[in-house]
């Protein structure tokens, strides 16, 4: 069974999933107090690290997979956007996580505004440092809406793999756009795409966007209804 350490766990929303996709946890890293908690009752017996900017991969072990949804306030357009800027921004120690336990692949997950963000500067940086460590990453917007969640909740997912085993199902090249250079970057990154050491290029869209708000609650009842925001 694959092992995953997942860092910015939360209450484990994204662990059910890797546990649903076969992987078990080799440990926890969450920094607040509530979702520790949670954690450590459904998760009894995983070790559960507090802060991974002094986690080490020693402290864990070997895993396969590192994974989590680092702190989305420097690229929400709710907040300031300081992007890579803020003290706040944890991709540099998920990267090292990654080095140290030596994992084939990595999962991120942020806000949309990570797109845009610096410019395009934040994930031009993020996905070209991956690509420099020697891994293949992928990206695609997901909405919770399409997946069947009552609500859209769009997200960014990067996936990253070293030994070219894993992809997105069927992404279609159409067109390369630049390379590794921050110059060739854009100021706002497409919906999908994958960065390897030959560039960067935009793929096909797996699942498009959400046409309607997929419930509304009125009368005590769970109502389909048009989605006017889109």
């Given amino acids: 069974m694959p092992r995953v350490l997942e860092v910015c766990a939360g209450v484990g929303g994204l662990a059910m ?10 440990a926890f890293c969450e920094f607040a107090d509530y979702p520790r908690r949670v954690l450590a009752r459904h998760f009894p017996g995983v070790p559960l690290f507090v802060d991974m900017q002094t986690l080490r991969g020693s402290d864990v072990g070997p895993v396969d997979m590192v994974a989590g949804g680092i702190p989305c ?7 300031q956007r300081l992007g890579l800027d803020d003290p706040r921004h944890l991709w540099p120690h998920f990267l ?46 997901l909405a919770a809406g399409t997946l069947g969640a009552p609500h859209i909740r769009r997200r960014v997912f990067i996936a990253l793999r070293s030994d070219g085993a894993w992809t997105w199902p069927g992404p279609q090249q159409t067109g390369l ?16 795409g994958r960065m390897d050491r030959a560039g ?22 769970m109502l389909p209804t048009l989605n006017a925001s889109l």
């Fill in 200 to 221: 960067w290029v935009e793929t096909q869209r797996m699942w498009p966007e959400p046409a309607i708000w997929p419930w509304l609650v009125g009368g005590g009842e």
């Fill in 73 to 79: 306030q420097p690229f929400s357009d709710a907040g």
């Fill in 96 to 141: 090292r996580l990654m080095r140290e336990t030596g994992a084939r692949y990595g999962l991120v997950e942020n806000v949309r505004g990570l797109l845009t963000a610096n410019g395009g500067r934040a994930l031009g940086t993020i996905l070209s440092e991956a690509v420099e460590d020697g891994y293949t990453a992928e990206w695609q917007v």
């Fill in 17 to 26: 999933g890797l546990h649903a996709a076969g992987f078990e946890h080799a």
């Fill in 177 to 192: 756009f630049g390379r590794l250079r921050a110059r060739d970057w854009p100021s706002s990154w497409p919906a999908s």
